[in-house]
Structure formats: structure tokens, C-alpha cells
């Protein structure tokens, strides 16, 4: 997903972002605020080691094809 993608679905974005990865915060979300370059630096800060796993299932929620479900929220 880049920077225009993100931007344009961010409200339906940021609920399943939420919901999937639970470290993002409200006041995290509203920082964010669909700028890509913060979502990145955000995603590092909360996931580090797990940036490049969230970053995929961005690109995937992008493509509208789901994630596997794994049936756990991740921490």
C-alpha cells in the first residue's frame, strides 16, 4: 500500500488496524491520520521485529485479500 492508498482508505483502514494489531493506541490512529510516512514510523515504534509481517497484511487488506487467520489478536 503507498502513501495515496492509505490516505484514501484510511477510515476503513484504522478500525481493522486496530482490531488486528492491538499496540495502536486512539491517539495513535489520530497521529497517523493517513499519512504514510507516520503509519510506518509508528508501525516501527510499536512492532519493530514485526514490521514487515503488519506491512504485508496492510498490502493485503489493500488487495482485499485476506490475511490468514490465525484466530489470535496479535500483541
Not at 12 to 41: C, H, M, P, S
Not at 50 to 75: C, F, N, S, V
Request: net charge positive; charged share 35%.
Amino acid at each position: 500500500m503507498n502513501a495515496e492508498q492509505l490516505k484514501g482508505k484510511w477510515m476503513q483502514f484504522k478500525g481493522d488496524l486496530k482490531e488486528k494489531w492491538g499496540k495502536f493506541t486512539d491517539n495513535d490512529l489520530q497521529e497517523i491520520g493517513g499519512n504514510y510516512d507516520r503509519f510506518v514510523a509508528k508501525v516501527q515504534e510499536c512492532y519493530g521485529e514485526q514490521k514487515r509481517e503488519l506491512m504485508k497484511w496492510a498490502d493485503q487488506w489493500y488487495h482485499k485479500a485476506p490475511p490468514a487467520k490465525t484466530g489470535k489478536k496479535i500483541q
